[in-house]
């Protein structure tokens, strides 16, 4: 089969086609792995192949398919993982050049066990930038990362191969994290669909307070698929809820009538949409109310700058990961991350008490605003792109530009992507659906709702765009 008639297809499909025995989950990676080695050269999106391991994964996927045993819901599927989700003999670079010489992973994280249990076939690993610090595709390890809707354009980041890799066809869904928008980002810059659950949703390793793993998809519903297979408890993430067997995939359609949605396109602070951008959510906004839903503006929800406090926390986290890297050259660690993670040594723990504090505020501010509200569209972030080169939309202050991403970390909302519209230049434009803490299956259902509605094709880069 040729990658045209795979991409065509949707998770679902693909699972109906390997019971049917139609399709063979050998036969699908060969086509998925030949692909991927064909378009990564222009993109740069993966790295540590696995063909051996891969295939003998997709052969034992077979047999199951033969005896109407899958594993689940990803049984066969072609996939890859990010750099930062650890899995045993796998490595661990964390984007960081300096990390280079370190030895394989010597453990998996709850998404790789999910993943291996269930099935998937993982042939690579995905690129991000160091420390997964920067929202774009720039790394000392792994160089650029660039977007097949145009090379010269940014992924986002911090999953930023998984972006760039799966809207070019170079695998059919992946796992990414997110700490500031790292999963929203990268799928808005590739027109992807993507969910940062709510925290707990998706256990992860090392556990965080902010970071967690989510699925990144051509679809809401290939994301919701996954989705269903990396929700689990693990005890090794304290923040991780019971499983409650929620089927995510099959319970997408919705009638949205009568949901009251606001359209937030100015949080209070910091950048204000392009107009592409704004123009995007508005519209976005006028799909839905023709479906039914109450959709009003949203008044900007915050009146301090809910960003600063973020940035000071993240600065230090740096620090101490930059401080603690094995010895290295100037070119160990990228530039940008390196100057202003080193800025983190001149906060006292004060300074970081206080900004929690002022981070607890925020959030009151927001959750409040959040009130009356079912549901909030947004924009990803405020402009469509920017150079593949650059570390951010600012140099001094790489992840400014994540104002309507970062702040739903600390809240612990779902919050989840889809391109509703593409720019000038044929860059897609994502929009964010915000739901409150739990709904995750609501906000995959909106998201849906909207991937119906839009009246945008989605002609894939298959082959990579100049």
């Known amino acids: 089969m040729s990658i045209e008639e795979l991409i065509a297809m949707n998770l679902g499909d693909l699972a109906d086609a390997y019971a049917a ?29 696995r063909p051996d391991e891969a295939l003998s994964a997709a052969r034992a996927s077979e047999a199951r398919w033969k005896t109407g045993t899958p594993a689940g819901p990803l049984d066969g599927v072609p996939m890859t993982v990010k750099d930062s989700v650890a899995m045993v003999g796998w490595p661990y670079l964390h984007g960081i050049k300096a990390n280079a010489e370190l030895p394989p992973s010597n453990y998996n994280s709850p998404p790789a066990i999910a993943l291996q249990e269930g099935g998937a076939v993982i042939f690579a690993k995905t690129t991000m930038p160091d420390c997964g610090l920067l929202a774009a595709g720039v790394s000392s390890m792994h160089g650029i990362t660039r977007n097949p809707w145009g090379l010269k354009w940014n992924t986002g980041g911090s ?7 799966v809207a070019a066809g170079a695998g059919l869904v992946s796992v990414g994290t997110d700490i500031a928008g790292s999963v929203r980002l990268p799928a808005g810059h590739c027109g992807l669909a993507s969910l940062k659950p709510t925290h707990g949703r998706i ?54 009538k009568g949901l009251r949605i606001g359209v937030l396109t100015d949080m209070g602070f910091g950048p204000k949409p392009e107009p592409a951008v704004r123009d995007a959510v508005e519209a976005a906004g006028r799909l839905l109310a023709g479906d039914g839903a109450i959709v009003e503006p949203m008044a900007p929800p915050l009146d301090i700058d809910g960003y600063a406090p973020i940035d000071l926390f993240l600065q230090v986290r740096g620090f101490v990961e930059v401080s603690g890297l094995p010895p290295h050259g100037d070119d160990g660690i990228n530039p940008y991350v390196k100057a202003w993670a080193l800025g983190g040594e001149r906060h006292s723990g004060a300074d970081m008490y206080r900004a929690l504090g002022a981070i607890t505020k925020m959030k009151t501010a927001l959750l409040a605003a959040f009130e009356g509200w079912d549901y909030v569209i947004a924009p990803v972030l405020p402009v469509v792109n920017f150079p593949a080169e650059e570390p951010g939309v ?19 909302q779902p919050a989840a ?32 709702a909207l991937e119906q509605l839009r009246d945008v094709t989605m002609d894939w880069p298959l082959t990579p765009r100049a």
């Open 159 to 165: 999953s930023a191969g998984a972006g760039a890799s």
């Open 417 to 448: 992507t889809v391109c509703t519209a593409f720019d000038e230049r044929h860059l897609p434009i994502g929009i964010q659906v915000i739901g409150h803490r739990c709904d995750d299956l609501g906000v995959l259902q909106v998201a849906k």
């Open 21 to 49: 025995r139609t399709l063979s989950p050998v036969e699908v990676l060969q086509t998925v792995m030949a692909h991927a080695e064909a378009v990564n050269p222009a993109i740069n999106a993966l790295f540590c192949f």
């Open 203 to 256: 256990p992860h390793l090392p556990a965080d307070t902010m970071r967690m793993a989510g699925p990144m998809a051509r679809s809401v519903d290939d994301a919701a698929r996954l989705l269903t297979v990396l929700t689990r408890a693990d005890e090794r993430d304290t923040w991780s809820f019971p499983n409650d067997g929620t089927q995510y995939h099959q319970r997408l359609g919705r009638d949205i």
């Open 394 to 412: 600012s140099r001094d202050v790489p992840l400014a530009h994540t104002i309507f991403t970062a702040m739903f970390n600390q809240t612990g």
